[in-house]
């Protein structure tokens, strides 16, 4: 069976600097799989090639057997990929509520729903984003994300910032959508939070991608040659 999504050969460029030199990654349906990587390797690049973000020079992007490769963000939207930006930028002059139903389409993630699932969001839900703290703000960004009703989730660095506290509740409400069997493409680099969390890993150096498999396979090794500081 193909994946859901399949990433071949990625190569991205910012302007005349090439950063990836050909990236390789699949989600399968279901599955939750982690990019790490050292601060500059590429992970943002390649999750932003996958939504559209930046152009792809060289190599494919394939979500549910569908060439991505060259449409605009929005279509990769409307086709179920729904992103959680680095910073968590919502629009700081809506309130929670505007900011969530913004981008919403039909499916089983409401407005209630979300709510439900973030209760703190219910609580703040007249407020503007921009009052809201760094961990409610990162709610409200995974909560805009689900309320596009996504067939893969793609977070990226969503507790980087935040109090121990508040990225345990992150990190809790991620388990809970893995639970429920939504596909998720993650970028972070702290391998204790990933460990039970992903499927896969797949870590990245100098924009290619140098070792694939299951969190509990990353032996002190790769992690001295690719995850250290
Ligand atoms: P971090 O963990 O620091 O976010 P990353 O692994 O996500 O790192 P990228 O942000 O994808 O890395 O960067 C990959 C390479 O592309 C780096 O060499 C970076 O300097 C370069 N790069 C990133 N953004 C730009 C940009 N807007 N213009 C030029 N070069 C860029």
């Known amino acids: 069976m193909s994946a859901m999504l399949e990433v071949e050969g990625l190569e991205v460029f910012y302007g005349a600097s090439q950063a990836l030199f050909g990236v390789n990654l699949q989600v399968r349906e279901g599955e ?54 680095e910073g968590r930028r919502c629009f700081p002059n809506l309130t929670v509520t505007e900011n969530l139903t913004a981008a919403a389409r039909p499916g089983e993630w409401t407005l209630a ?11 703040r839900s007249g407020q503007f984003a921009s009052t809201l ?25 969503a507790t980087e910032g935040l109090a121990p506290v508040i990225r345990r509740e992150i990190w809790q409400a991620i388990g809970a959508l893995r639970g429920e069997g939504l596909s998720i493409l993650l970028v972070d680099k702290t391998l204790a939070e990933i460990l039970p969390l992903a499927d896969n890993c797949v870590i990245v150096e100098r924009g290619r991608d140098v070792w694939l498999g299951a969190p509990g396979e990353i032996t002190e090794q790769v992690e001295q040659d690719y995850l250290g500081l």
């Open 113 to 123: 729903r979300v709510r439900e699932f973030f209760p703190r969001l219910a609580e």
């Open 133 to 157: 703290s760094g961990g409610e703000q990162q709610m409200l960004a995974i909560g805009r994300a689900l309320m596009t009703n996504p067939r893969l989730l793609v977070l990226d660095e």
């Open 32 to 85: 939750v799989v982690a990019l790490m990587g050292r601060n500059g390797m590429g992970k943002t690049t390649t999750i932003h090639a996958i939504c559209r973000i930046l152009p792809v020079r060289a190599g494919s992007i394939r979500f549910d057997g569908r060439d991505l490769t060259g449409l605009p963000s929005y279509r990769a939207a409307r086709l179920g990929i729904g992103l959680v930006p």
